[in-house]
């Protein structure tokens, strides 16, 4: 196959486009692997549920789905404080146990997407809005809305909690708290409570980017798994915990799937963020911005 | 009790349960057993790793899938019966353990278990793409009803699988009374203190993790001869993963034990499940056992009994 200077240039548009998506599916793993600690692989599956939950909302209550993205937060923040609790009373609270949590998550990643394949079937489902169908066009380059919005979606979102977490109180604990919670006690404040927070706004952004996720394309229950490895190699490549180290992973990685799938074929795509995954595991574990 | 008599001990029991089910000669009794004794392996093998030394792999199911399609694949090319395919499907799993052991293992346990996960998915692009050995469409296994020595095809699998069942629960039981299996059980409890007292950590972590994936394989090869048919999405299906780790996680991790009394519970009750309530629901119950048991019974049943 020829590859002509549009499709290029529109393979790039779009890789960029994924790339920004990606970088807000991340960043609530990397703010719980990297800042927290807690290795939450169920978060792919986390945001699949807000899609569903996004689905429901609007057909029920007809709404736009990333209004009804931006309504589902303050549930997914409360849903993920609870999940905190128990996470920490059952495996935090007793040291060490870094590897039952993971098969903690590793179950519950499994129990929501049966329980969602009992509740939706396997079918495709997806919403409508103006948006989603439309594509602005300049001459030859193609710049599809379905992406372009949860793009800027994306990057919002990611501005917030940058703001959030270098200029409010709260958010600085947060980044304390990765670093020492002893001396944050000594200050008078509770590890415990940061870490409920933070882990609440990392799964507040499963809701919106639940949204995100409907609006790019139809919707099943195991897409979550295909997320994984992307996360991940985004979360590690990025540097854990660092946002904009997220947000340059995200877009390379979106860029170099779209450029392997016009150059081998999108059959591959998945392939390649595991790659990038062990590349960089093997020989840049502290990632991009890491820390040494 | 001396290695050579649970040996023997394990072969006289293997050869009771060959003997009693052959002697009833029910066909579903093979083909129900042959799935109870794939899980025996399964979690054997799993918790090599992840019960001894503490390294969780999740992503079993790519391992067990590439045994299936390495018997494929030598089927394709040179009609390789399966006792030539279960070893060379050893060697491949054993090789790829190795070879992602090698690459992760030196960081914290967590990016293992993250790169087992992915490999999951890579293993399912790999072999969808792979049209030689069926691709997406998947692909036929014929084999004819009678087992090549006497009784039926099931009996033959069923025996097969039995003969594994031993051989790993056997291995299991040799690593863990070795010093291979004690420097293992270091590395679980404090890898640090285990590398400065002179434990090659990495070396017994990348022959664990091979070993492991070897046994994964080698319960995959027959697969494709049981189920006759075999496509990339059912082969890598993730509940293998779950509830190959839910078995060791419910009887217990730090011995041979454990694995085999959770395996053999959890896969006879969910055969007798399958015969009588949905999939879903099933996978459901394995899935919520396996968040159930972690949380709440973290040594599992023999732990449960140690404690008393």
Known sequence: MTVTYPLLVNALIAGLLMGGFYAALSVGATVAFGLLDIVNIAHPTFAVVGAYAVLVVCRTFNVDPMLAGVLLMPVFYAAGTLLYRVYYHFFERRGDDAMRGLAFFFGLMFVAEVVLIMLFGVDFRYVQAPYITTTWNFGAIAVPLRLAVPFVGSLVMLAALELFLKKTFIGRAVLAVAQDPFALRLVAVSPERIKRIAFGVACASAGLVGAFIIVIEPLQPSVGREFIGRVFAICVFGGLGSLPGTLVAAISLGLVENLSTIFIGASWSPAVAFGALVVTLAWRPSGLFGRG | ?308
Request: hydrophobic share 55%.
């Open chain 2, 1 to 308: 009790m001396a290695n050579w008599r649970f040996v023997l001990i394990a072969l006289c029991v293997a050869a009771g349960v060959f003997g009693l089910t052959a002697w009833l000669n029910i066909d579903y009794l093979f083909f129900a057993g042959y799935v109870i004794l794939q899980y025996v392996v399964l979690a054997t093998a799993w918790n090599i790793l992840g019960g001894y030394a503490g390294y969780m792999n999740l992503g079993v199911s790519a391992f067990f899938a590439l045994g299936a399609y390495t018997t494929i694949a030598l089927q394709t090319a040179f009609k390789a019966p399966l006792p030539i395919t279960i070893p060379a499907a050893g060697i491949v799993s054993g090789m790829v353990g190795f070879g992602l052991g090698y690459l992760t293992l030196r960081l914290k346990g967590i990016y293992f278990a993250i790169a087992t996960l992915a490999l999951a998915v890579v293993a399912e692009t790999f072999v969808t793409n792979w049209e030689y050995v069926g691709g997406s469409a998947g692909a036929y296994v014929l084999h004819s009803r009678q087992g090549p020595w006497f009784g039926s095809y099931t009996e033959y699998l069923f025996l097969l699988m039995l003969a594994l069942a031993t051989l790993a629960v056997v291995v299991a039981r040799r690593v863990e009374r070795s010093q291979f299996g004690y420097g293992l059980t270091a590395i679980r409890d404090d890898e640090e203190a285990a590398e400065a007292s002179g434990v090659p950590t990495l070396r017994l972590k990348l022959f664990a993790a091979g070993l492991s994936g070897a046994l994964m394989g080698m319960a995959g090869a027959p697969l494709p001869y049981y189920l006759s048919f075999i496509e990339p999405g059912s082969a890598l299906n993730l509940s293998y993963a779950v509830t190959t780790i839910a078995m060791p996680m419910i009887g217990g991790t730090r011995t041979w034990l454990g694995p085999l009394i959770g395996s053999l519970l959890l896969a006879t009750a969910q055969q007798a499940a399958t015969v009588t309530i949905s999939s879903e629901i099933n996978l459901l119950v394995m899935g919520v056992l396996l968040v159930g048991f972690v949380m709440l019974a973290p040594n599992g049943i023999v732990g449960w009994f140690r404690s008393r």
